[in-house]
């Protein structure tokens, strides 16, 4: 069955540093989500992408953060100049379609900053 | 945007008994609502999602409800298993944006 997948799937950066976390969608979605998940937290929406750029955004989603699609395959947040506050488990997901159509969740990067 | 609340945040259950969780929403737009069972340090996943122009669906022990009118929607489990122990979020909109959780718990 395919899946979104995640790497790396922990990564422990220093404050201040940037970090680049990736996502390789399931190939014939066309619609793909950065979610953020402090620990013991809710599910939060970061951003939301379609036909190579950004259809919405959330507040939480301020220009310390980024994404790219580099290739045909790729999805990737980037995240400047990391705070404490950052550390959570990021999730990307994909959907074959936008509206009312099912979210496939990848695994998870587990983001530490110290 | 839309603003999900759901309650409880913690529902601990025997085993066989019966487990509820409401939610409501905010934007009258919405028109997907699924749920989510995250089981620890997991991914989401979708067990059940309901569409507005269905009032119940029902998929062997789960259950959604939606009442469009009043903006809420609740999930029902029966006959609750240990395995059904993990957090169940709610969602709603076209973009899936979460309630804050249910930890269930079911004790055998």
């Known amino acids: 069955e395919p899946e979104v997948t995640q790497t790396p799937s922990h990564q422990v950066t220093q404050m201040g540093q940037e970090v680049i976390l990736r996502c390789v969608p399931i190939s014939n979605h066309l619609y793909f989500y950065w979610y953020r998940q402090i620990l013991g937290q809710k599910v939060e929406f970061l951003v939301s992408f379609y036909n190579n750029e950004i259809s919405e955004k959330s507040e939480i989603f301020d220009d310390q953060f980024s994404v790219e699609r580099p290739d045909g395959s790729n999805f990737t947040l980037k995240i400047r100049s990391t705070k404490l506050e950052d550390s959570a488990m990021y999730f990307c997901?994909?959907?074959?379609?936008?509206?009312?159509?099912?979210?496939?969740f990848g695994q998870g990067t587990r983001l530490t900053v110290v | 945007g839309e603003n999900v609340e759901q309650h409880p945040s913690t529902l601990s259950v025997q085993e066989g008994d019966s487990a509820v969780i409401k939610c409501t929403y905010s934007?009258?737009?919405?028109?997907?609502f699924p749920w989510y069972k995250q089981e620890l340090g997991k991914r989401p996943q979708l067990i059940i999602d309901?569409?507005?122009?269905?009032g119940e669906k029902k998929d062997q022990r789960i259950a959604v409800t939606l009442n469009k009118t009043a903006k809420h929607f609740s999930l029902h489990i029966t006959e609750t298993q240990p395995e059904d122990s993990a957090v169940y979020f709610c969602?709603?909109?076209?973009?899936?944006?979460f309630g804050r959780g249910t930890s269930l718990i079911v004790h055998p």
């Open positions: 997901a994909s959907s074959e379609e936008g509206q009312g159509t099912e979210a496939f």
């Open positions: 934007d009258s737009a919405s028109n997907y």
């Open positions: 309901i569409r507005s122009n269905v």
């Open positions: 969602a709603a909109s076209r973009i899936p944006t």
